[in-house]
């Protein structure tokens, strides 16, 4: 599962009907709305009392609610009941599944976890086991963890299951076909749900070696020879006589049923006779082929022809489709129907013109369809229901091959059974159409897991070699046989195995055998298929077989290399790999999933691959259909594609040629390189070929040039063409638009064209940009390095000339199928260039990596390996399970003999090991040398060798840190204690203890050494909190060391920088953790101090581990500023620190710490180093030649500085004592006379001392980092430097997970090496982003491949947002945003959750905290005066605000999925505007939405998703949905929306929907926005009361109060102080997207004396418009007078109607305007208020204009604001 999901609580919720509508484009393309209102639903559902008056809700409120439960005594339990709900309302009557809705009401009712699980017994009903079954599918469906409602019975489950299985053997007519695949689905989520151990112990039994009974005996036989470790366990299983038992028929009986209903699922016509068994050759069964989705009918029949009433109502809208306000809602085509259309045979057949059923309609609600009769087909059709059984039937297949504990014996049986060739040779498989597109490619799937290469026992991966081995051995073997029995096959047997393996030469030798000798040969000789197998009776079935087991199969390396990386037009609109944002999850696909284990790293890579290139490949498309829609393409008269419209993102192309073709590689079949030019423009480009070379067949280069003329763009854009640079990505369309008669045709029949129907898409292929030049030909954007910068000028002129590389693997394939089809050259025929945002389009530069990664041999630290692929022990990885493993050092020649090996350790039992050599030399002391070493183990004994020992593999990870120096961790000893409950603290230096005045006043820093057995082990996901421990058994003693640091120098700069949290005990047992080796997980929930315990352990790593080399890498560019800047602030010299990616130009430092400017920062420190060596030069009397280089620098610092130092220690070593020996023969006073201080006191010898080794450490220091800097000055090349500071000189580099994978090649290249990996927002990385930084380094022989990767450091939470993933088919289904920290979580690894939390008030945590194990507050939160006092102006800290309809009207959707609420938008921006008027700072509110149309409502506003990781003092939150809860539901989005805020939560939101959903009842004090009056920032004392939010005062009402939620918006209309705000200048917004100008800035005052207006964007503002001559543009509900005004305005809309260029002045987008009604002189400085002014001014402010706006409120002629105020 991917988390929990909070329950989607709104009945409403499950009674959306299907859009029926035809969505492209970003927001819906061609079926895009305009704004004057949502699109038009059908059968918009049910009403309130509707739903109320619902049986099943009448009957849940009685017999299972918990209102019920409660009742004294409760409802007894009926069985009758549960038959009688099974049979009405989950299908049990039915030929077909339940509509869905029907299934989603019982299970939000909790049907299952208060009714069905608490009553089942063993002897309960099959309708009571099936309607569990139903219940579980569904919480799967909604991404539900199901499990959770059987731990309460969960030694009952067994029972269960046992029930479950007996359903299988039930007679063939207790199970309709709907049943049937509902098991199946059952049986997929068993196995989909291994991690849990009550279901993994009931579901390995039905894989485990008892299945093998289900074999043939001849395979049998085959296997336990090959296996002869499963012989003993056989014999034993043959005395318990395991085929009585269920579990070893369980899968043989499945594969039974699917062999059965794949035959079945192609119908003949009535009339028609069944036809004979299909032979491999045989012709296509001519049938109609199948339709486009929107051509098909999916007319209903039933089994003897006639036509059924189709009441399906399966397909729901499914709101978190849309998270982010984007989404395809089109249909899938050629899918088979969901399961509630299952059940009937299907016939999809065009819809004749002109039918009843369109004349008529579609029913409506309650109504029923009305069709005219319909024949009955003629001709062959699908069988819907059994096509969905079969697909179902494959995945799990599919999903039992695709692990290594259900692949073992499952794998042997299929084959035995030969389901997978039986499969290909169905009717089905062969059916022509799109209707069975997805089962053939399920089948393309299942087998690529049938031949994966991997010992199916041990799991060991089996390389290429391996396989073509076992291959050729095969092909061998059976050249052995036919050379020895059959004489027909000599030719077959004397043929090398290179010809043989190849399909057609090995089908012709075969054709020699008659078919009872070619049956002899398979079943009997090589027992390829079971004698008594019905299809061994069918020669074709035989053939096939033995093509398919000695044919060569290709690699699937090979396959991956060849695969194109851009998506073309067949991939961009297949529903079955790519579906629509509205995916319900009701079909699978044909997709691979994330499960929690992978078979081999290969798999881990292939899976991903594709679901990234997917996923790359839906955002293709939802850009590609934006464009069309925009563009406008059409025919004109001289019959050219011309574009009436524009867009942004795209240009035309006058032509495309190919320029050059190079030669193909060794042992490639495809060019080494193909290089386009581009003309975008209006004059045909001349085509230039050169002739081929000699002995070739293509065109040996093709030459042409690019251009492109941006003169028609605005100035704008044409930059924005400007920036175009090398690798970027751009793609080549060719449009060909229906003409009219065309485009009739299209909607003649009632049905919708599809996207490249209804625009005349044709081609799309993929480029990428080799370089630019303007139209002097110069390079624009040349980062490589032939641009100097002193000789670079702007580009000149719009024509712009583009070189680009097209995909080599895809024009070979194009032109394959040129030749083949003598189609037309698709490279000629492109009309339309696209871009994408830089942002959005590295997706080539990832999926490069990951093939790079496949072609290689990935090395995975061998201490993480099984872990990673979801095997063996969890804790394996974690420091306290690593193995006490101690170094072998050889000492050579080091000791002269073995009595002086045994001195040189006093304090350790030498035991020498070779006992037989001691007594032949005579004794142990005779014993020659060289001696070897075993270093010292945990006992105080060594073991002794006198040779060499052999090398042994290094500690895994590598060797613990018993003693760890924790530098500024704790701020003092008392912290200490604190932080280590469960040891015995005991300190070592007593004496220091002493002087001190106790323990608890030793300073430190201090160095801890921890018991030899060990740290404490690391609390499991499953254990107590972090910390526990066994009262009754002794503490271990910790010993603790304070130690005083050296002294560093004399200068404030040398002091280092100290720490000044106090880190909690879990804190410091996660902090200790990540400087241990080994895998460290940290689970953070929000305000618990993640990123300052990452830059702790990152600190404490520095310092005891100098010479090791970390990675920090996090998901966003903030997080990682973040972090990096709080290293900078530790002690960590700044020399070590290095940034990468963009980013870091936004780090809030003067320093600069690109690759660039740490080098230019080396250099300009190397010359102020030298500088210091130039002055102690010349103290010394020496050339000041010396600072000439490092080098001659270091000369110095030999000849001239040690000695002197070494001189002064040893004349004051003669001295000792005397307190004014160190000041008088210190020889660098001279140099150190401009110190802040006196260097020297003269107090005492000792301290004196302590002063100079100071002032020789800053002299030590200045010449070490003249030698790290040395490296600079020998190299020139600036190149060289940069790759020598990221390869050498850095030991902490700083990148993004996407800059990793982006620029992993480059790594690999520089021999990139580092020892540590710190992982910040790991929940929110993708699984491949976070793996691909593990593998940054290269495999050299030095290293014989093992990952020099010691520690791995993930931290995150897992409870918050996941990885963004716009597809919801590959959220659901193949959880692509499952990231590796989750799924490790999911593994049972143990990790550290940080368990207080200082971010929020006590009473606003408990909204979330209840996620987590035991979230606490810091001590802060209680004590500091801030979390005290109450929120000016609010009676409570949170609340929940309800806002009915306004205007009459709830939520719109302009455009599809574009959810907005304007009553909100204008409720939320009073309360902002009374808040700023009572003097809050605008940088202290933040304002949230969980929808992006909400967010273009207002201003300066981010949506939830996006504000993961921030935080703010007041959080304003509109949830905007009125219909149904949408994807609030996912309980991590509602984490992430409650813990944004610290003092303050105010959500806006409609009561009726949210009220049910238990998660945000704490929010719901009173529903009605509670004001205080008399208050202002700053002058608050009032008490917050308790830790509810309650009431701190009483509440605003009557006349002085606010009347309405717009009243609290307006500020002071005086005609001396009209004013509204502007932050910034006025920016012109892109017409081509709204055709509206904008303002990027808060809302504070706006000057509009000048102009006499002013303009707001989603606000309330109840200024007098005669007055004031103002109006309101984009989303407001004003009535100024348009007339005095001049202007004109929108009202209920989110269309703007401000011109901010003409009339020259900024436009406030969101209204937040916040006026000062006072006529003092102020001023407002970007989005600041200023509070000077004493309170009780404020207060009169804030009243006059309460009162004010109530007024202008009650004039209003139309509409009326939310009444919520009180």
């Known amino acids: 599962m991917d988390g929990p999901r909070a329950r989607p609580t709104s009945i409403d919720d499950v009674l959306l009907q299907q859009r029926h509508l035809t969505h492209g484009g970003k927001r819906g393309g061609k079926a895009q709305r305009t704004a004057q209102g949502p699109a038009k639903k059908k059968g918009h559902g049910l009403t309130l009392i509707e739903i109320a008056e619902d049986k099943l809700t009448k009957v849940a409120a009685e017999s299972w609610s918990d209102a019920a439960r409660k009742k004294t005594p409760p409802p007894a339990f009926k069985p009758e009941l549960v038959k009688s709900i099974y049979q009405e309302e989950l299908g049990g009557k039915a030929k077909k599944s339940p509509p869905l809705r029907r299934v989603m009401l019982l299970e939000i009712s909790q049907y299952l976890e208060n009714y069905l699980w608490p009553n089942f017994e063993a002897d309960s009903s099959d309708e009571h086991v099936i309607s569990i079954m139903l219940m579980v599918n569904e919480k799967f469906r909604e991404n539900i963890d199901p499990w959770l409602s059987f731990k309460s019975k969960e030694t009952v489950f067994p029972d269960f299951f046992k029930r479950v299985l007996a359903l299988l053997e039930a007679p063939e007519s207790t199970l309709k076909m709907h049943e049937k695949t509902a098991y199946l689905l059952f049986t997929i989520n068993i196995f989909q749900s291994l991690e849990n151990e009550m279901v993994r112990g009931q579901a390995l039994r039905l894989v485990s070696l008892p299945l093998w009974m289900a074999l043939s005996s001849g395979r049998l036989q085959l296997e336990l020879h090959a296996h002869p470790q499963l012989a003993k366990h056989w014999k034993s299983l043959q005395k318990k006589d395991q085929k009585q038992r269920p579990e070893s028929r369980f899968i043989p009986a499945m594969l039974d049923q699917f062999l059965d209903v794949v035959q079945g699922a192609v119908k003949d016509p009535p009339s028609a006779s069944a036809p004979e068994p299909m032979e491999v050759a045989s012709e296509k069964v001519q049938v109609p082929a199948v339709l486009a989705p929107d051509q098909e009918d999916d007319t209903v029949y039933s089994e003897d022809g006639e036509e059924e009433e189709d009441e399906s109502e399966s397909d729901l809208e499914e709101d978190e489709a849309a998270e982010e306000g984007g989404g395809d809602a089109a249909g899938k085509p050629g ?63 599919i999903d039992l091959l695709s692990q290594l504990p259900t692949r073992r014996f499952v ?68 050249q052995r046989l036919a050379f020895k029995h059959w004489p027909q096959l000599k030719e077959l047997a004397l043929s090398n195995c290179g010809s043989v393996e190849k399909r057609d030469v090995l089908k012709r030798h075969l054709a020699a055998l008659t078919e009872d000798e070619l049956r002899f040969l398979v079943t009997h000789q090589l027992r390829l298929v079971a004698e008594d197998d019905p299809w061994a009776q069918d020669k074709g079935f035989l053939t096939e077989v033995m093509l398919s087991t000695y044919e060569r199969r290709r690699m699937q390396r090979e396959v991956i290399n060849e695969m194109p990386l851009y998506p073309t037009e067949g991939v961009l609109w297949d529903e079955n790999q790519i579906p629509s944002a509205n995916y319900t999850g009701e079909s699978c696909l044909a997709l691979p999933k994330l499960n929690l284990q992978f078979l081999t790293d290969h798999d ?76 975008i423009d209006t004059t045909p480009a001349r085509r230039d070929v050169r002739k081929p070379s000699v002995g070739e067949n293509k065109p040996a280069a093709v030459t042409a040039d690019i251009v492109i003329d941006t003169t028609p763009a605005r100035r704008d854009v044409r930059g924005e063409w400007d920036e175009l640079k090398q690798h970027d990505v751009l793609f080549l369309l060719t449009i060909r638009p229906p003409s009219a008669a065309e485009a009739a045709a299209m909607h003649s029949s009632g049905r919708k064209p599809g996207m490249c129907e209804q625009y005349g898409l044709v081609t799309v292929r993929g480029c990428e940009v080799i370089e630019m030049k303007d139209e002097g030909g110069r390079l624009i954007n040349d980062f490589t390095g032939r641009v100097k910068r002193e000789e670079w000028k702007p580009p000149t002129g719009c024509v712009r000339t583009l070189t680009v590389a097209m995909d080599t693997a895809q024009y070979q394939m194009d032109m394959n199928h040129m030749v083949k089809t003598k189609g037309e050259d698709v490279y000629g025929s492109f009309n339309l260039l696209m871009r994408r945002k830089p942002k959005e389009n590295n997706f080539k530069a990832v999926l490069e990596s990951i093939r790079d990664l496949m072609n290689e041999d990935v090395i995975i630290p061998p201490w993480l390996h099984d872990i990673f692929l979801g095997y063996g022990d969890p804790a394996a990885a974690q420091y306290t399970a690593m193995e006490k493993v101690w170094c072998t050092v050889d000492f050579k020649d080091i000791f002269l003999g073995a009595e002086r090996s045994t001195k040189s350790f006093p304090y350790y039992d030498v035991q020498f090991t070779n006992k037989e050599a001691a007594s032949k030399a005579g004794g142990i002391s005779n014993l020659a040398h060289p001696i070897g070493s075993r270093s010292f183990p945990p006992t105080p004994s060594l073991a002794m060798t006198p040779s060499s020992l052999a090398r042994r593999l290094p500690p895994k990870p590598d060797t613990l840190l018993r003693t760890v120096d924790f530098k500024d961790t704790f701020l003092d000893a008392k912290h200490l204690i604190k932080s280590f409950p469960h040891y015995d603290v005991q300190f070592t230096n007593k004496e220091a203890a002493s002087k001190a005045g106790g323990i608890s006043n030793l300073p430190p820093p201090y160095r801890i050494t921890f018991p030899e057995e060990g740290p404490a082990p690391l609390p499991a996901a499953s254990n107590a909190p972090p910390g526990a421990a066994d009262a009754s058994k002794a503490k271990p003693i910790l010993k603790v060391e304070s130690y005083t640091p050296p002294d560093p120098g004399p200068y404030p700069q040398n002091k280092p920088r100290q720490n000044t949290v106090r880190f909690t005990p879990v804190q410091v047992e996660a902090i200790n953790s990540g400087v241990q080796p080994g895998l460290t997980m940290v689970v953070g929930p929000p305000g618990t101090g993640k990123t300052d315990t990452a830059v702790q352990i990152m600190n404490v790593l520095y310092h005891n581990c100098p010479g090791q080399r970390t990675l920090l890498i996090t998901h966003s560019n903030q997080a990682l500023n973040d972090l990096f800047q709080k290293i900078l602030e530790r002690d960590v010299p700044s020399r070590y620190l290095l940034r990468l990616g963009m980013g870091e130009q936004e780090l809030d430092t003067e320093q600069d710490f690109s690759r660039v400017g740490r080098v230019n920062a080396s250099l300009a420190r190397r010359l102020e180093l030298l500088s210091e060596v130039e002055k102690l030069s010349r103290q010394f009397g020496v050339s000041e030649d010396v600072a000439y280089t490092c080098e001659t620098a270091a000369y110095f610092w030999l000849m001239h500085v040690m000695s002197r130092w070494e001189k002064f220690m040893i004349h004051v070593g003669k001295r000792k004592g005397e307190a004014a020996a160190v000041a008088e023969l210190f020889p660098f006073k001279e140099f150190f006379a401009d110190a802040p201080e006196q260097v020297f006191s003269g107090k005492t010898y000792e301290e004196d001392m302590e002063r100079a080794r100071g002032c020789f450490r800053h002299l030590k220091t200045i010449f070490q980092e003249l030698e790290e800097i040395r490296p600079f000055e020998l190299m020139k090349g600036q190149s060289d430097r940069i790759n020598y500071l990221m390869t050498k000189q850095a030991k902490v580099v700083a990148m993004t997970c996407t800059h990793a994978a982006l620029k992993r090649s480059e790594f690999v290249e520089l021999a990139f090496k580092y020892d540590n990996l710190l992982m910040e927002e790991a929940a929110q990385i993708l699984e491949i982003e976070t793996f691909i930084p593990m593998l940054l380094v290269k495999k050299t022989r030095q290293e014989d491949g093992v990952s020099r990767l010691k520690r791995v450091c993930l931290i995150g939470d897992h409870h918050q947002l996941p990885p963004v993933v716009k597809n919801m088919a590959f959220q659901k289904y193949s959880h692509l945003d499952q990231s590796l920290f989750t799924r490790f979580i999911r593994l049972g690894t143990p990790y550290v959750e940080l368990n207080a939390q200082g971010r929020a008030r006590p009473s606003m945590a408990k909204l979330y905290n209840w996620r987590y194990r035991a979230l606490g507050d810091l001590p802060n939160v209680n004590n500091a005066p801030a979390f005290a006092l109450a929120n000016p102006g609010f009676a409570h800290v949170y609340q929940f605000i309800d806002v009915p309809d306004y205007m009459g009207k709830g939520e719109t959707e302009p455009t599809p999925y574009f959810y907005q609420n304007l009553g909100e938008a204008e409720y939320l921006v009073s309360v902002y505007c009374f808040m700023r008027l009572m003097g809050y700072p605008a940088n202290k509110i933040s304002v949230l939405t969980t929808y992006n149309g909400q967010k273009a409502l207002l201003r300066d506003v981010t949506t939830v998703d996006k504000y993961q990781g921030q935080q703010n003092d007041i959080i304003l939150l509109s949830l905007v949905r009125t219909r149904v809860v949408g994807h609030l539901r996912d309980v991590r989005r509602l984490v992430v929306a409650m813990s944004r805020s610290r003092y303050g939560l105010y959500i806006f939101g409609r009561q009726a929907i949210f009220a049910e959903c238990y998660e945000l009842q704490p929010t719901f004090k009173p529903t009605q926005l509670a004001l205080v009056k008399g208050e202002a920032m700053g002058a608050c004392q009032r008490k917050r009361i308790g830790g509810d939010g309650g009431p701190g005062g009483p509440r605003c009402s009557g006349a002085s109060g606010c009347a309405a939620a717009a009243g609290a918006t307006a500020a002071a209309d005086t005609e001396e102080d009209r004013r509204g705000t502007a932050k910034g200048t006025a920016t012109t917004a892109d017409p081509e997207e709204d055709g509206r100008s904008t303002s990027k800035g808060t809302a504070i005052a706006v000057d509009a004396i000048a102009d006499g207006r002013s303009t707001s964007k989603g606000a309330a503002i109840a200024a007098d418009a005669a007055a004031d001559v103002r109006s309101t543009a984009k989303g407001t509900a004003t009535t100024a007078d348009a007339e005095e005004v001049g202007r004109s305005f929108s009202t209920g809309t989110a269309i703007a109607a401000a011109d901010a260029i003409a009339d020259g002045r900024s436009t406030v987008k969101g209204a937040k305007a916040a006026a000062d009604a006072e006529e003092d002189e102020r001023s407002t400085n970007q989005g600041a208020v200023t509070s000077a002014h004493a309170a009780a001014d404020r207060s009169r402010q804030v009243q006059k204009a309460l009162q004010h706006t109530q007024m202008q409120t009650q004039q209003r002629t139309e509409g009326a604001p939310p009444k919520a105020l009180h």
Request: hydrophobic share 40%.
């Open 411 to 478: 794998r042997t049986l299929v084959e035995d059974r030969a389901i997978l060739i039986k499969c290909r040779l169905s009717r089905l498989y062969k059916f022509p159409g799109e209707g069975a597109n997805l089962f053939r490619q399920l089948i393309d799937l299942f087998q690529f897991y049938m031949a994966f290469p991997i010992d199916d026992h041990t799991g060991e991966p089996q390389t290429d070699d391996d396989v073509a081995s076992a291959h050729y051995e095969k092909v061998c073997q059976v």
């Open 335 to 397: 899918a088979a129907a969901p399961e509630g259309q299952a059940g009937v045979s299907t016939w999809i057949k065009k819809k004749p013109q002109g039918s009843k059923a369109k004349q008529q309609g579609k029913r409506g609600r309650g109504g029923a369809k009305e069709h005219a009769p319909k024949p009955p087909p003629t001709e062959p059709w699908l069988d819907r229901a059994s096509v969905l059984h079969c697909e179902r039937s494959v995945e799990l297949l």
């Open 604 to 679: 881990y890579l292939l899976r991903n691959f594709n679901l990234f290139r997917l996923e790359a490949t839906y955002e293709i498309r939802e850009d590609i259909a934006n464009v069309l829609g925009r563009v406008g393409a059409f025919w004109d008269d001289d019959d050219f594609v011309r574009f009436a419209g524009w867009a942004r993102m795209s240009l035309p192309v006058g032509s495309c040629k190919i320029t050059e073709v190079r030669k193909p590689s060794v042992d490639e079949n495809k060019p080494a390189a193909v290089t386009a030019d581009i003309v």
